[in-house]
């Protein structure tokens, strides 16, 4: 495989991506793509890099949010 052929083949994953989950895509999807576990993802979220994670008082789960907007500006790595 070429170098162009990866980049090209890469940005229609991202794309399918895009198309799929326009508003947030799920950690299970972002793991799959960077080739890491759901639990790393989330560990990204929690630390602010990638996207929010929030938790609710008196619970012991929070939730994360991965905006796909910031996910792609994040993979291409562009400024927010």
């Known amino acids: 495989m070429t170098i162009k ?3 090209e083949r890469d940005n229609e994953k991202l794309q399918q991506i895009i198309n799929e989950y326009p508003k947030q895509v799920p950690c299970n999807v972002v793991a799959e793509y960077v080739g890491c576990s759901p639990e790393n993802v989330r560990a ?3 630390g602010g890099s990638l996207g929010f994670h929030w938790r609710k ?3 012991l789960t929070g939730g994360n949010c991965i ?4 996910f792609v500006r994040w993979m291409l790595n562009m400024e927010v």
């Open 67 to 70: 905006p796909t907007s910031k």
């Open 44 to 46: 990204a979220v929690d």
């Open 57 to 59: 008082p008196g619970r």
């Open 5 to 7: 052929e990866f980049i």
